[in-house]
């Protein structure tokens, strides 16, 4: 693992497709630690397990369902969080939290169910180290052309329901985007002086330049 900031560490990449990659990510809390997202990685439990375990695992949607869940939970008695649409799929783990509402969860987390890319999407945001995390899944990706691409997959996304999604994250105040799979360099991306509603904006271009297949 990797650490990014102080209460903030990084899995190694993981590449299921040419060009596109993963990581996840432990973020260390007083209330116990939180991992997003998923890793199928055995070594990476090990590090997990010096820096506290894992109290709590929440997964962006549905791509993110492997064996490595039930790892986590055997190893780590962690509670699991999927929103409610994707929780079907889980099938070889208890599903501790189904959710479908936006609310605060653990050391001020807020859960936001954002649909679109699958039916039971969802992204995180957090303060962690004095600044605010939006971990967006595959809802909202920087692409290697270092354009923002909204995650929409024909046969796999609603394209009405994903507009609707970005619309209500384009009010949101992030400081830093951390998506699960990524196209360019890395997952972890700093906003800096450009404003995130910009960024949503150009994602949501690009999703209505694209028109749907008869």
């Known amino acids: 693992m990797h ?6 560490w990084e899995t190694e990449t993981l590449s299921p497709f040419p060009g596109l990659n993963t990581h996840a990510y432990l973020w260390t809390t007083p209330e ?3 991992l997003f997202y998923n890793t ?3 070594e990476e439990f090990d590090k997990m ?3 506290g375990g894992v109290a709590h695992h929440y997964l962006s949607h549905r791509d993110e369902i492997a064996s490595s869940l039930s790892t986590v939970r055997s190893r780590f008695d962690a ?5 409610k649409a994707d929780a079907v799929m889980v099938t070889d783990t208890p599903v501790d939290d189904a959710f479908d509402t936006r609310h605060t969860a653990i050391a001020g987390l807020e859960v936001i169910p954002t649909p679109g890319h699958t039916p039971g999407s969802a992204c995180y945001l957090a303060t962690i180290d004095g600044k605010r995390y939006l971990f967006t899944g595959d809802t909202l990706v920087l ?4 354009k923002w691409w909204a995650g929409y997959i024909e046969g796999h ?11 209500a994250l384009a009010q949101l105040t992030p400081d830093v985007i951390v998506s699960s799979a990524f196209m360019s360099d890395k997952g972890v991306i700093e906003l800096g002086d ?5 960024c949503v904006a150009e994602a949501r271009s690009g999703l209505l330049a694209d028109p749907p297949k008869e």
Do not use: Y
């Open 194 to 198: 450009r404003p995130w509603s910009e």
């Open 32 to 34: 116990g630690n939180v």
């Open 79 to 83: 509670k699991l969080h999927i929103h």
């Open 143 to 146: 692409g290697d052309n270092g």
């Open 157 to 167: 996304s609603d394209r009405d329901t994903l507009l609707a999604t970005l619309d």
């Open 3 to 8: 650490q990014i900031v102080p209460n903030l």
């Open 49 to 51: 397990a010096e820096l």
């Open 40 to 42: 199928t990685l055995p």
